[in-house]
C-alpha cells in the first residue's frame, strides 16, 4: 500500500543552524502539507502546497520557515535558524484532492507520514 | 478561529466494551471531517473521512457520524481490542470553510484492559 515516508526520523541541530526536513508523498497526490506536534499537544497545521505553492499557512510558519518540491517526489520544509522552541515532531502528510484546487472532496483524506523528530539544542 | 475538543481526554474500559469518543467543533461550516489514531511516538494513520453531505461513515468495527448543525461528531468502536489502545484525535479543517490545512483536537487516550 502507497505511503508518504520522511527522513530523517530524527534530526538533532545546534540552535541557529538550518535544517531540512525530507518527505516523499503518495505518487498520485497533488496536495501536501506540514505540520507540528509538540510533545504532549495537539498537532498544529503549518502549511499546505498545490501546484508548486503555498496554498495556505498559519501564523507558526513565519519567515523563517519555507517549503520546496525540488523535484517530481520530494517535499521539503527548511527552517532557517533554528530556535530551542522548534523542538517537536514534524509531520507530512498528502492528500490526492483538496480545496485549493477545488476538486471533489472525496479525494481529500490526508495520509500522514511517520515523522521527524526534530531536537534543538 | 476553529477550535476542536474532544471528550473524554482519557479512558480505560476491559476488553470487549462498545466505546463512543466525542468531538466537537466551534466552526460548523466545514466540508469534512477525519478521524486518526496515533500510537505512541508514531505518526497518524487515517480512520475514516466523512464528508459534511454524509452523516456516517464506516470501516471495520468503527463507526463515525457527523452533526454539523451541532458542531458534533462521534467516534464509536465496536467489540474494543488490546489492540486498539492509542490515542484518537479528531480533525476539520483548518479555517472552519474552504482549508486545505486541519485543526486537530487534543485527542482521546484509549486504554483497552486484556
Known amino acids: 500500500e502507497p505511503e508518504v515516508t520522511q527522513t530523517p526520523s530524527h534530526q538533532v541541530t545546534q540552535m541557529g543552524q538550518e535544517v531540512i526536513l525530507r518527505c516523499v508523498p503518495i505518487?498520485?497526490?497533488?496536495?501536501f502539507y506540514w505540520y507540528r506536534q509538540i510533545l504532549g499537544q495537539k498537532v498544529e497545521f503549518l502549511v499546505s502546497?498545490?501546484?508548486?505553492?503555498?496554498?495556505?499557512k498559519s501564523e507558526i510558519f513565519d519567515d523563517q520557515f519555507s517549503v520546496e518540491r525540488p523535484d517530481g517526489s520530494n517535499f521539503t520544509l527548511k527552517i532557517r535558524s533554528t530556535k530551542l522552541e522548534d523542538s517537536a515532531m514534524y509531520f507530512c502528510?498528502?492528500?490526492?484532492?483538496?480545496?485549493?484546487?477545488?476538486?471533489?472532496?472525496?479525494?481529500?483524506?490526508?495520509?500522514f507520514g511517520p515523522g521527524t523528530r526534530l531536537t534543538v539544542l | 478561529k476553529q477550535e476542536v475538543t474532544q471528550i473524554p481526554a482519557a479512558l480505560s474500559v476491559p476488553e470487549g466494551e462498545n466505546l463512543v469518543l466525542n468531538c466537537s467543533f466551534t466552526d460548523s461550516a466545514i466540508y469534512n471531517l477525519q478521524w486518526f489514531r496515533q500510537d505512541p511516538g508514531k505518526g497518524l494513520t487515517s480512520l475514516l473521512l466523512?464528508?459534511?453531505?454524509?452523516r456516517e461513515q464506516t470501516s471495520g468495527r468503527l463507526n463515525a457520524s457527523l452533526d454539523k448543525s451541532s458542531g458534533r461528531s462521534t467516534l464509536y468502536i465496536a467489540a474494543s481490542q488490546p489492540g486498539d489502545s492509542a490515542t484518537y484525535l479528531c480533525?476539520?479543517?483548518?479555517?472552519?470553510?474552504?482549508?486545505?490545512?486541519?485543526?486537530f483536537g487534543k485527542g482521546t487516550h484509549l486504554i483497552i484492559q486484556p
Open positions: 502528510a498528502s492528500s490526492e484532492g483538496g480545496l485549493s484546487g477545488r476538486t471533489a472532496f472525496t479525494y481529500n483524506e490526508q495520509f
Open positions: 480533525a476539520v479543517p483548518y479555517s472552519g470553510g474552504g482549508a486545505d490545512g486541519l485543526t
Open positions: 505518487s498520485n497526490h497533488l496536495y
Open positions: 502546497f498545490y501546484n508548486n505553492e503555498i496554498s495556505e
Open positions: 466523512i464528508q459534511s453531505s454524509q
